[in-house]
């Protein structure tokens, strides 16, 4: 269903709650999942971060691998969902970030990549920037999404959701964790967009082919997937290289490929999956 | 003295032929580095270029790659479009529903099989169109679909793909990654001067202002007044007006109606009278000319079927006017001189051979560039000979066009006249009797033309092959049928996942490709 979002106040939603969700229904369904930049530390450790070019834009973005297929899910398929961090996109829902103005979205993304980057700043040259105040209530609103099937507008559920307002009136902390969620989506969306122009420019990304042939003998071709070449990386002139290091970016494109080793685990879960499936029919 | 090595360069000429021809030597020679063979170019001060050619082939992809130029920026800044093969209107008897497509894509499984025979002799099959039953590109052209989707990579496609672009636009954009990128240097100024050596050789142009430039090599882009190669060698011009009768042009530059009107992801050629007329789609206009002979229509007449075509805005516009000298240099490469482009020779643009041509000759001059003055001579000849029999087959598939033709009118009768038709090509049409075009027809290394678009013609035409005296040979009916309905099956695919032209050019200069 399209979109409706509107403005999150307390005149036309105070007695609107969040329905408690089920996002690993919602993971069964996808094979790709957007993650941030400020994600793959951890996601890292549990899934193939791949890039695959946006149907719309033709931009790359950078997500989770979950199945080979559009529509597998292999991780909830061995029941293995929920023991992996999921991704913060799929948490969201059904909040989303509006913006007063043209530029705001701009000034906001800047605010939220600001402080990470003075973090690296710190811990690499000490060199620390002074944040200019900044008040993120002038260019950003919490906005809801009307048609979401995760709202409860009139108490209907037996008043089993977490309120929107509390009752003297004052944001919830559902509200609060919404607002804080939407910051850290954001500034995901932002790093990745900094760290893909640079990659981008520098010609870094690879066309990845997986051949695989699947336990029953059947084949598959997957393309559409890339990675950041290390070979690239390493033929780069030592002012670029230098430069990429600088950033902390060669950290990142170093976690990056180490979580293509699930790849391999990925193969596996399905094929264990195929295998059983043999086993039924073959009783 | 023969053993000097090529070191430098000089290019005469400004427009297309000049930039393209340096940008390709001077990446492969690494005109940017030290040791590489130095490249300069001289624009004319006082002459603008011709710049005729707005549509391409699909070789310009591999030649903007080896260039070093990002397919985005040359979309984007050459006002180009895509461009998926030509649709000949009214060739045959000037009927409404008259037409036929030379799509770019080859027919399925081509060459594992050649299913023209089966395609004629299969009811179910010739009841469609050649081209639609072996090929599905004539279904994107129709539909105004692009080649590729905006997830595609650079200079990468769906379905097969050339260009149609602004050509001035062209010519500065190439210019700018040339001198900026490339290393190559710039001189504008006019040659006023050709100064021989003693072996005839030239060994430097004198210029206005800039003194004398020397140089091992000189290219002749000088475009239809070849300073070097006809004022300077008197190298003889072929004159090929006896077999193709179009000697002039009429263009004009037609904005759209509508912003969001469809830009055409083919040439549409349309037969007129006394000649056809060209319409190209750019994203922000279309250019638009009629060829004609005048020795069978007079100006004014022409005019009128222009006006004709175009409808009511056509008084606002400008007609720019183009002779068309038919034929080419009977040697194109003489002592240290070759001519490319206009100055090397010029025919109707019917199948966009022009900008095709230039790229060849780069491709040669980079690839064999001559190590010293001795090798020089070997490569001339070859060049010479390479590029008579490419000149050649061209004029023999051009006026493959004319003669598969049933209009009546005096301009197409003649067009008919055996006398007209170069031998090369009666030979061949008298081989297509009985067997229709394949890759036996054409195994020399400098093919021009596939057999494949011999085919889309001759079928697409109406020519009708005699298969009856080899019928026992065609053993793979089978196999045939196969391919046919997998052609089938690509077509729906590919009319499903593919975007139209104008919305995929609208998202490439909003986005463009992200490079991999």
């Keep these: 269903m399209k979109k409706h979002l509107v403005e999150v106040n307390f005149k036309e939603h105070s007695h609107y709650s969040l329905l408690a969700k089920n996002t690993t229904e919602q993971a069964a369904k996808l094979n790709i999942i957007p993650v941030g930049l400020n994600e793959i530390k951890q996601a890292s450790q549990h899934y193939p971060l791949v890039w695959v070019k946006s149907s719309h834009t033709g931009q790359f973005k950078l997500v989770a691998l979950f199945g080979f297929e559009t529509g597998e899910n292999v991780y909830c398929q061995s029941k293995l969902w ?156 030592p002012a670029a290289h230098a430069d990429l290091i600088a950033q902390g970016y060669v950290d990142t494109i170093e976690l990056l490929n180490s979580s293509l080793a699930h790849i391999q685990r990925l193969v596996q879960l399905k094929n264990n999956l195929i295998e059983a499936h043999q086993e039924v029919l073959s009783l | 003295m023969m053993n000097k090595a090529t070191k430098s360069i000089v290019i005469v000429g400004g427009g297309t032929a000049g930039w393209l021809i340096a940008g390709r030597i001077a990446a492969q020679h690494k005109s940017n580095t030290k040791e590489g063979v130095q490249v300069t170019l001289i624009e004319s001060a006082n002459k603008s270029p011709i710049n005729v050619g707005e549509g391409t082939w699909p070789t310009m992809r591999t030649t903007l790659k080896k260039i070093g130029i990002s397919e985005s920026d040359f979309i984007r800044e050459c006002c180009v479009s895509f461009k998926q093969g030509a649709k000949f209107a009214g060739w045959v008897n000037g009927a409404k529903d008259d037409f036929y497509y030379h799509p770019l894509v080859l027919p399925q499984s081509y060459p594992s099989i050649n299913l023209a025979p089966y395609w004629q002799n299969d009811p179910l099959q010739n009841a469609n169109s050649f081209s639609n039953s072996v090929c599905y590109q004539e279904q994107l052209c129709q539909l105004g679909l692009a080649p590729k989707l905006i997830t595609c990579a650079e200079f990468t496609g769906i379905a097969n793909y050339a260009y149609h672009l602004d050509s001035a636009k062209f010519a500065v954009f190439l210019q700018k990654h040339c001198t900026k990128k490339l290393g190559i240097k710039h001189v504008i100024d006019d040659v006023i001067a050709v100064n021989p050596l003693e072996n005839g050789d030239i060994g430097s142009l004198t210029t206005s202002n800039s003194g004398h430039i020397a140089a091992d090599l000189f290219v002749d882009c000088s475009g239809f007044s070849a300073i070097l190669l006809a004022k300077h060698y008197k190298s003889a011009f072929v004159d090929k007006s006896d077999v193709l009768f179009v000697n002039q042009a009429l263009a004009v530059q037609l904005p759209y109606q509508d912003e969001a009107d469809d830009i055409a992801s083919h040439t549409i050629s349309t037969a007129q009278d006394a000649g056809w007329i060209w319409d190209i789609g750019l994203p922000s206009r279309r250019g638009i000319g009629y060829v004609y002979s005048d020795n069978h229509q007079n100006e004014d007449q022409a005019i009128e079927r222009l006006a004709g075509y175009v409808g009511k805005d056509f008084d606002k516009l400008t007609i720019k006017k183009i002779p068309i000298n038919s034929g080419h240099r009977k040697v194109f490469w003489k002592n240290n001189c070759v001519a490319v482009g206009l100055a090397s020779g010029f025919l109707e643009p019917l199948e966009a051979s022009s900008l095709v041509l230039v790229e060849m000759s780069a491709d040669m001059i980079a690839d064999q560039l001559p190590a010293n003055r001795q090798m020089m001579d070997i490569i001339a000849k070859r060049f010479n000979e390479t590029f008579t029999y490419r000149w050649q087959s061209i004029i023999d598939f051009l006026k493959l066009h004319y003669i598969l033709s049933a209009r009546n009118e005096a301009f197409w009768r003649d067009n008919r006249q055996t006398s007209s038709i170069p031998e090369s090509l009666q030979e061949l049409m008298q081989l297509w009797q009985y067997h229709s075009p394949y890759d036996h027809d054409f195994n020399h290394r400098n093919e021009v033309f596939p057999a494949a678009s011999y085919q889309y013609i001759l079928y697409g035409m109406g020519f009708k092959t005699d298969y009856q005296l080899q019928s026992s040979s065609f053993n793979q009916q089978e196999f045939a049928r196969q391919q046919f309905t997998k052609n089938q099956q690509l077509t729906t695919k590919a009319c499903q996942l593919l975007p139209k032209n104008r919305e995929l050019l609208a998202k490439i200069s909003q986005y463009g490709f992200q490079c991999a």
């Excluded at chain 1, 939220?112 to 973090?119: A, G, I, P, Y």
């Excluded at chain 1, 420019?201 to 890339?226: C, F, V």
């Design chain 1, 82 to 237: 929920h023991t992996i961090p999921s991704p913060l996109s799929l948490k969201n829902d059904p909040f989303y970030l509006g913006y007063n103005n043209k530029g705001a979205e701009q000034r906001f993304k800047q605010h939220l990549t600001r402080s990470v980057k003075t973090e690296h700043a710190k811990s690499t040259t000490d060199k620390i920037e002074k944040t200019p105040s900044y008040n993120p209530s002038n260019d950003v609103i919490l906005c809801i999404d009307k048609n979401s099937a995760s709202l409860d507008d009139n108490g209907k559920h037996n008043n089993s959701g977490l309120p929107f307002y509390q009752s003297n009136n004052q944001p919830s902390a559902c509200l609060q964790n919404a607002q804080r969620t939407l910051a850290t989506l954001t500034q995901g969306q932002a790093l990745t967009d900094e760290f893909l122009s640079k990659i981008a420019s520098l010609q870094l990304m690879q066309p990845l082919k997986l051949d695989i042939t699947w336990q029953d003998n059947t084949q598959a071709d997957i393309s559409g997937l890339y990675t950041i070449d290390p070979l690239q990386l390493n033929l780069l002139k």
